[in-house]
């Protein structure tokens, strides 16, 4: 069975770094893409980007290039986004989110970690 | 990368069919066959009920169907249930392994 375990809620202040994490099982870590996506309080899903943990090939959304470092460790089939410097406007939700083979859609989830950034 | 545009809300009673609309661009919907559609409960992770513009994964019921015609991609919610009471949203594939979703719609059963 394909389970994606996310690391739990963060409480962060503003300008502190942060790195959370998505661990993969029941499926070739490897062979995958994984792709990360962010839910704002009370708004729609959006991709921010996507990683391929047999070589960390990485593709950015142009919004979130920069603001934010796609990495994945093979070693403990787990993948990582993370941030420098955080503001109050990266509060939300954020779910890792495994493609099929054919890359067209999102077949398995995880259960999100909410960030919460405030001072 | 701009959010596809899905309608805020639709409403219908039980045991109707309702459809919401998915439009992107000649970019994205217009170029790929690779919609994919999302349910989300609150305070749940989003679940896929369709891929590759108009297939279901298994387990998702007949009741979701799904279609495309230029730009703008389509979900069919047939025989509408209590339980399908969620907010849905579209995605696209938008190439070099990039992806754009949908503003989301929020689906009510009266």
């Known amino acids: 069975e394909v389970q994606l375990v996310q690391s739990g809620a963060e409480v962060k202040k503003p300008g502190e770094s942060l790195k959370i994490s998505c661990q993969g099982s029941g499926y070739t870590f490897t062979t995958y893409w994984i792709g990360w996506v962010r839910q704002m309080p009370g708004k729609g899903p959006e991709w921010m980007g996507i990683?391929?943990?047999?070589?960390?090939?990485?593709r950015y959304n142009p919004s979130f290039q920069g603001q934010v470092t796609l990495s994945a460790d093979k070693s403990i089939s787990t993948a990582f986004l993370q941030w420098s410097s955080l503001k109050a406007s990266d509060t939300a939700m954020y779910y890792c989110?495994?493609?099929?083979?054919?890359?067209?859609?999102?077949?398995?989830w995880g259960q999100g970690t909410l960030v919460t950034v405030s001072s | 990368q701009s959010a596809l545009t899905q309608p805020a809300s639709v409403s219908a009673s039980p045991g109707q069919s309702i459809t919401i609309s998915c439009i992107g661009t000649?970019?994205?919907?217009?170029?790929?066959?690779?919609v994919s559609w999302y349910q989300q409960h609150p305070g749940k992770a989003p679940k896929l009920m369709i891929y590759e513009g108009s297939k279901r994964p298994s387990g998702i019921s007949n009741r979701f169907s799904a279609s495309k015609s230029g730009n703008t991609a389509s979900l069919t919610i047939s025989g509408l249930q209590p339980e399908d009471e969620a907010d849905y949203y579209c995605c696209s594939y938008a190439g070099s392994n990039t992806y754009v979703f949908g503003t989301g719609t929020k689906v009510t059963v009266l």
């Open positions: 989110a495994r493609p099929g083979s054919s890359l067209s859609s999102f077949d398995f």
């Open positions: 990683i391929y943990p047999g070589d960390s090939d990485t």
């Open positions: 000649s970019s994205d919907v217009g170029s790929y066959n690779l």
